[in-house]
Nanobody
Framework: QAQLVESGGGLVQAGGSLRLSCAVSGGAFSYYAMGWFRQAPGKEREFVAA????????AYTDSVKGRFTISRDNAKSTVYLQMNNLSPEDTAVYYC???????????????WGQGTQVIVSS
């Protein structure tokens, strides 16, 4: 049973940057595919980015391509989401997830964190 804890959220102005972290414990982190999802108020949860276990494959939703970068440090059992050039449309609770294959569907991920709030002001 893996536990995921996100951090790094906060309030930032449009055009600014944030780096989210997700620390994983209690599981075989090196073998997990890791994903980031987000849910804005009144909206469905949506896929943001994912990375496979050995970092040779990543995936992004179109709206964040070129602005967000997902990475991982298997020695630290941590996955990151670097978010640059943020816009108010990026405001959401961001969730970290762990699964056994890289996928854009949340149902493919077995473990989830509690989320971290990101608010981008205009």
């Amino acid at each position: 049973q893996a536990q995921l804890v996100e951090s790094g959220g906060g309030l930032v102005q449009a055009g600014g940057s944030l780096r989210l972290s997700c620390a994983v414990s209690g599981g075989a982190f090196s073998y997990y595919a890791m994903g980031w999802f987000r849910q804005a108020p009144g909206k469905e949860r949506e896929f943001v980015a994912a990375i496979n276990w050995n970092t040779d494959r990543t995936a992004y939703t179109d709206s964040v391509k070129g602005r967000f970068t997902i990475s991982r440090d298997n020695a630290k059992s941590t996955v990151y989401l670097q978010m640059n050039n943020l816009s108010p449309e990026d405001t959401a609770v961001y969730y970290c997830s762990a699964g056994f294959r890289i996928d854009t569907e949340g149902s493919s991920y077995r473990y989830w964190g509690q989320g971290t709030q990101v608010i981008v002001s205009s």
